[in-house]
């Protein structure tokens, strides 16, 4: 059984898609063993509370990064968690954390990397004027918004779009990547060829 620990900062819905995939079959031998935010009052902790799972607060306000990070990593390993997922994580990670898990912490972000990496991806693609966007599941490493891309969702930005109508298709197809990056990873049938993730030969 693989145990996901998920790191949420606000309204959660990448996690809410996350939990529902998993009930469907779609992550098999999966289940979340914590879901941890930031911050207390994040309507997706609440959500997790009401679906029955393990939610806890770890607040990072007034912390020092790399002693919050410390906690986190034990509530991890105390729920014996085997790969992280940060959706909507809304903190930079310490070094310290990526390498107590290397290769094991996953996140979402709402363009095609390398365009557009940091806050506001979709109002940078829009202003920018790409006429596609989508979104990236990534190992997380020390730099921002970079890791080996595990997947990919495309879309067309309409010509009517402004940040927000494409935020809530991109929003969408994020629900379907992450949770077919976690099957794909946890399935291990892959292989990093430099920065390629392919399946294994
Ligand atoms: C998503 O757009 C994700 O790509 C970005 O933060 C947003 C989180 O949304 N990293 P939610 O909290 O999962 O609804």
Redesign the pocket.
């Given at each position: 059984m693989h145990n996901l620990g998920i790191l949420?900062?606000?309204?959660?819905?990448?996690?809410v898609a996350i939990a529902d995939a998993i009930d469907a079959g779609k992550i098999p031998d999966t289940t979340i063993a914590v879901v941890i935010s930031n911050l207390a009052d994040a309507p997706?902790l609440a959500a997790a509370r009401q679906r029955g799972l393990n939610a806890v607060a770890i607040e990072s306000r007034g912390r020092k990064r790399a002693e919050h990070d410390q906690e986190i990593i034990a509530a991890l390993r105390e729920n014996q968690v085997d790969l992280v997922c940060?959706?909507?994580?809304?903190r930079l990670l310490s070094p310290g954390f990526i390498q107590a898990f290397p290769q094991r912490i996953l996140?979402?972000?709402?363009s095609l990397l390398p365009a557009f990496p940091g806050l506001d991806a979709q109002l940078q693609a829009v202003e920018y004027g790409v006429q596609i966007a989508g979104?990236t599941v990534h190992f997380v490493d020390e730099q921002l918004d970079h890791g080996v891309i595990v997947l990919q969702r495309a879309l067309p930005v309409l010509e009517t779009d402004d940040a927000h109508t494409l935020?809530a298709r991109?929003?969408e197809q994020?629900h379907l990547a992450y949770a077919e990056a976690i099957a794909r990873v946890l399935s291990g049938r892959y292989q990093i060829v430099g920065r390629r993730f392919l399946p294994k030969s």
């Open positions: 949420i900062s606000g309204r959660g819905s990448n996690f997706g940060l959706a909507g994580y809304m996140n979402i972000h709402p979104c935020a991109i929003i994020e």
